[in-house]
């Protein structure tokens, strides 16, 4: 998100606590330039947001600072409390405090990046559409679905001008090695096991990082106020066929001794583990898919985990 927001001219105040999750190396590429700065901060310490917010005058604030792993979440529910639930109200409330001190400015957005686990898990067919009633059943996405409903209140109580978007799956460069794809690939190529809850039929819809960040920055942009916008690559995988076509990219890129399907290992499931997830994207086609949005257009699908 912030390589591509500066690759379109944004200035970028980039706020993280530096968790175990980030890595600034990931942000080296544009670390140098004039319009990024850096803020090592937690969403959980309201004097940092105000000092941040009066030093800087965003003109808007794009929240994607999260606990985010679902295993993690089952292991220590806390940390996800705190930061996705206290940590949103606290840039929320730091973000209307700046928005007051500057008159209340039409323009001004606070973005809230959420996740497709709000909605809870589907059957074998239907997708999320943003009317989808929310069923969070994990630590992780009933966090998620709390800070939602908090940004969606500040709109409606205090006239905060909010958007909000839920997403899918994301994959692509600089993923945390702690996520399904970067496991599988980085287990197979040191000849480790692949590890896969159940027997695998879990379902994901799998977005291109830099589709969703494109997509985010064109809600950003086009989106209408108080708004939520639903964001998938239409890319159905059971995580099965999913580990088996990175196995078969392997054996092509990197042929070993034996095929790396061998290596699949089914282990215990997890608990409450969702069935499926599918997007429906068409309010983000119809509405903002002819503005400056790639990934809404469609273009999404040629990067998709098939091409990759
Ligand atoms: N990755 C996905 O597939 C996916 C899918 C749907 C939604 N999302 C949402 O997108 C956002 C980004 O996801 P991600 O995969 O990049 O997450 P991540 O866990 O890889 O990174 C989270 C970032 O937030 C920072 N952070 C964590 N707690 C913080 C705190 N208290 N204060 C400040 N910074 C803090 C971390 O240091 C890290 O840089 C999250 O809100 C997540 O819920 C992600």
């Not at 068409?282 to 002819?290: K, M, P, Q, S, V």
Request: charged share 20%.
């Amino acid at each position: 998100m912030v390589r591509l927001a500066i690759a379109r001219g944004h200035e970028v105040i980039n706020l993280d606590a530096l968790t175990y999750a980030a890595c600034l190396e990931n942000v080296a590429s544009v670390a140098d330039s004039p319009l990024y700065s850096f803020e090592q901060a937690d969403i959980r310490d309201p004097d940092a947001l105000a000092r941040i917010f009066a030093a800087h005058a965003p003109e808007a604030v794009l929240h994607l600072a999260a606990e985010s792993h679902v295993d993690r979440s089952i292991d220590g529910p806390g940390a996800f409390i705190e930061t996705n639930i206290t940590g949103t109200y606290n840039l929320l409330q730091a973000a209307r405090s700046h928005w007051e001190t500057q008159g209340r400015p039409e323009s001004f957005r606070f973005h809230h990046v959420s996740t497709d686990e709000v909605f809870g898990s589907l059957g074998a067919t239907g997708a999320f559409t943003e009317d989808t009633p929310y069923d969070p059943r994990s630590p992780y996405s009933a966090s998620k679905a709390a800070s939602d409903h908090l940004v969606r209140a500040w709109h409606e109580t205090y006239g905060l001008p909010v958007l909000l978007t839920n997403c899918s799956n994301n994959y692509g460069p600089f993923h945390f090695p702690e996520k399904l794809v970067p496991v599988v690939i980085l287990n197979a190529l040191a000849g480790k096991p692949l590890p896969i809850y159940g027997n695998g039929a879990n379902v994901r819809d799998w977005l291109y990082v830099e589709d969703h960040a494109d997509a985010l920055l064109c809600v950003l942009q086009g989106g209408q106020v108080g708004r939520s916008y639903n964001i998938g690559g239409e890319s159905e995988r059971t995580n099965l066929d999913l580990v088996r076509m990175i196995c078969a990219i392997l054996d092509e890129k990197r042929p070993g001794a034996q095929p790396y399907g061998d290596l699949i290992a089914f282990v215990a499931d997890r608990p409450g583990h969702d069935a499926r997830y599918a997007i429906d994207p068409t309010r983000i086609r119809d509405e903002l898919a002819g503005g400056l949005c790639h990934a809404a257009r469609g273009a999404g699908k040629n990067r998709s985990v098939v091409s990759r």
